[in-house]
């Protein structure tokens, strides 16, 4: 969906959005839910890896528009791709989602007691956006990518992390918002199923304390900005990127971008990112090259993962 096909049903334009933001296309499913978009990528990762579904340990699906609570959607995917001996969970970090459940499973790796997992970046925002409201409408895409992780004795994977919450500021992003509503309830206030934001509140959130996180997982690496190939931080704007590589001092062309295709897609964001860098052949895959994770949103949520591939 252009930008162009979103001014045909509300009052906005290719300038406006993409001015402001880098976007000029997302994608929006027609019948798919977020299952479906995350066991496509669980199978795709299968068939790379050469892998058998029976051979997975666990699925980490990372996604704030599941298909419901209950069962999970880490459990529908288990049940769609035949991974019978798997365990499954969702898990809601936001934007910073990905990078929260890639250090998770990078730990049950590491304690040898798993062997394969996969980890999933999914959403389908366009279930939880409101359509009428183009201040944040304009901004999100539907998608999903992950990875699969297996045991290995060579270089751990992730080199040094810091993940971050403040629930203080969470409200400044919130979606399905539901209160108490029982015989028992005295509760008169109404549930708010929307994706809502205060967008100057999460960049000026972004380019505060995220650049700070990027710097201090460096410093545990022992790394500088200098030492990193590249940098996948969270598709929301292309002005925060600008703005990042200006605090961190490193060249912007290390940020890679592709929210112009793909407008905001929350914990999908980097994986897809990633996808998309491996297919292209930017990253070799042969363990030379260093890396910054970094997701951004919705708890408040932050979070940089420093890693080697």
Not at 239 to 251: N, S
């Amino acid at each position: 969906m252009t930008n162009d096909d979103l001014s045909q049903i509300m009052e906005t334009s290719d300038e406006w959005i993409s001015s402001r933001t880098g976007i000029r296309r997302r994608h929006i499913v027609r019948d798919e839910n977020t299952s479906d978009l995350a066991s496509n990528v669980a199978q795709q990762l299968l068939k790379k890896a050469s892998l058998a579904a029976e051979d997975l340990d666990f699925i980490i699906v990372a996604t704030v528009s599941p298909d419901g609570n209950m069962p999970s959607t880490a459990s529908l995917v288990q049940a769609k791709i035949g991974a019978s001996k798997a365990f499954a969970f969702d898990l809601t970090a936001a934007c910073s989602g990905f990078v929260y459940a890639l250090s998770v499973a990078d730990k049950l790796i590491a304690s040898g007691a798993y062997h394969n997992g996969i980890v999933i970046g999914a959403e389908v925002l366009s279930k939880i956006v409101d359509w009428s409201d183009r201040s944040t409408s304009v901004l999100f895409g539907d998608g999903a990518g992950g990875v699969l992780l297996q045991a290995s004795s060579d270089t751990p994977l992730i080199l040094a992390e810091s993940l971050k919450s403040d629930g203080n500021r969470g409200m400044s992003l919130t979606s399905n918002l539901t209160h108490a509503n029982s015989p028992f309830s005295k509760s008169e206030s109404e549930d708010d199923l929307f994706l809502k934001m205060d967008g100057r509140a999460i960049f000026d959130f972004a380019v505060r304390d995220v650049p700070k996180n990027i710097l201090e997982s460096l410093e545990k690496a022992e790394l500088s900005p200098d030492d990193i190939d590249y940098l996948l931080l969270h598709q929301a704007n292309s002005r925060i990127l600008d703005k990042m590589a200006r605090k961190i001092k490193t060249e912007r062309h290390k940020f890679l971008q592709n929210m112009q295709e793909y407008g905001n897609t929350s914990a999908a964001s980097i994986p897809i990112l990633l996808s998309e860098a491996v297919d292209a052949g930017t990253f070799k895959l042969d363990g030379s090259q260093k890396l910054v994770l970094t997701g951004f949103g919705g708890g408040l949520t932050w979070g940089t993962l420093v890693v080697k591939i």
